[in-house]
Nanobody
Framework: QVQLVETGGELVQPGGSLSLSCQATGGTYSTYNRAWFRQAPGKDREFVAAISRGNGHSYYADSVKGRFTISRDNAKNAVYLQMNNLEPDDTAVYYC??????????????????WGQGTQVTVSS
């Protein structure tokens, strides 16, 4: 059974750092694009970052560019999100996703096939 499991969410102070992990089981994900989305209370889910299945290029939302880094380890079927200089607006449930869409659709959540259950990130003093 295909499953994505996120870990690493917790309470962190503004300006702090946090690393999220997403482990995939039940399949081989080297041929999948991998991404992180997030959903804050009362808001729609939004794109955060993606890493392509082929050349491993990364893509970011403007709001996190320069602060967040997405990476993947195909041997471990894992994808990571390193988050630095966190802000209160980064507070959200973070979801990882996997899909096989074309590069131009990496930011489109409707194009992702598999989703994790989410992990809560809270940025507060």
């Amino acid at each position: 059974q295909v499953q994505l499991v996120e870990t690493g969410g917790e309470l962190v102070q503004p300006g702090g750092s946090l690393s999220l992990s997403c482990q995939a089981t039940g399949g081989t994900y080297s041929t999948y694009n991998r991404a992180w989305f997030r959903q804050a209370p009362g808001k729609d889910r939004e794109f955060v970052a993606a890493i392509s299945r082929g050349n491993g290029h990364s893509y970011y939302a403007d709001s996190v560019k320069g602060r967040f880094t997405i990476s993947r380890d195909n041997a471990k079927n894992a994808v990571y999100l390193q988050m630095n200089n966190l802000e209160p607006d980064d507070t959200a449930v973070y979801y990882c996703a996997a899909g096989r869409q074309i590069l131009s659709a990496l930011r489109d959540e409707a194009m992702y096939i598999y989703w994790g259950q989410g992990t809560q990130v809270t940025v507060s003093s």
